[in-house]
T-cell receptor
């Protein structure tokens, strides 16, 4: 199962873009990259996912390198409410070899400062 | 829609006591999951279910049992609680098809075992 590496913490000024990097050098060709975030004391919240192409939705953009060994989550205009732990996750396999579970790391703690 | 709800929100147990955590979802999702989250560690999958009447072990199943008698409910049981099971427990659900692997999480249950 592919693992991910993220910086433990980052800071960002309110209104600026927050760029959160993730390394997943062992990702296989058919594994997706998912991003979730967890605001303090709440359950995780889905943000975005992608396979090869860059993706954008109302929350964020996901840039995946051509070799798929790393990706960057971009919050274009960070607000104080974006302060959270951001998880970059690669979908793994269960004991039967089926793609079922998400492999969670420690994430990046993003602090958006006024 | 209430989404994913968890009962109770907080609980304190003594070693050896038993309890059941209830997860309910009103989105007609096939898949449901139980995770635990401990300080300094990512979310770890305890058990999951791909449909009514089916369950499977996750990464850390020992000491827990689950049941999925109804599609909307996923119960997590602790038969004999131990201090090592002090944790925050999250339930999640997702549809079996369509979209990505977006999981919808509940607000969590904070369990302390003395």
């Amino acid at each position: 199962d592919a693992k991910t590496t993220q910086p433990p913490s980052m800071d960002c000024a309110e209104g600026r873009a927050a760029n959160l990097p993730c390394n997943h050098s062992t990702i296989s060709g058919n594994e997706y990259v998912y991003w979730y975030r967890q605001i303090h004391s709440q359950g995780p919240q889905y943000i975005i996912h992608g396979l090869k192409n860059n993706e954008t939705n109302e929350m964020a953009s996901l840039i995946i390198t051509e070799d798929r060994k790393s990706s960057t989550l971009i919050l274009p205009h960070a607000t104080l409410r974006d302060t959270a732990v951001y998880y970059c996750i690669v979908r793994g396999r269960d004991n039967a070899g089926n793609n079922r579970k998400l492999i969670w790391g420690l994430g990046t703690s993003l602090a958006v400062n006024p | 829609n209430a989404g994913v709800t968890q009962t109770p929100k907080f609980r304190v147990l003594k070693t050896g006591q038993s309890m059941t955590l209830l997860c309910a979802q009103d989105m007609n999702h096939e898949y449901m999951y139980w995770y635990r989250q401990d300080p300094g560690m990512g979310l770890r999958l305890i058990h999951y279910s791909v449909g009514e009447g089916t369950t499977a072990k996750g990464e850390v199943p020992d000491g827990y049992n689950v049941s999925r008698l109804k599609k909307q409910n996923f119960l997590l049981g602790l038969e004999s609680a131990a201090p090592s099971q002090t944790s925050v427990y999250f339930c999640a659900s997702r549809p079996s098809s369509g979209g990505g692997n977006e999981q919808f999480f509940g607000p969590g249950t904070r369990l302390t075992v003395l």
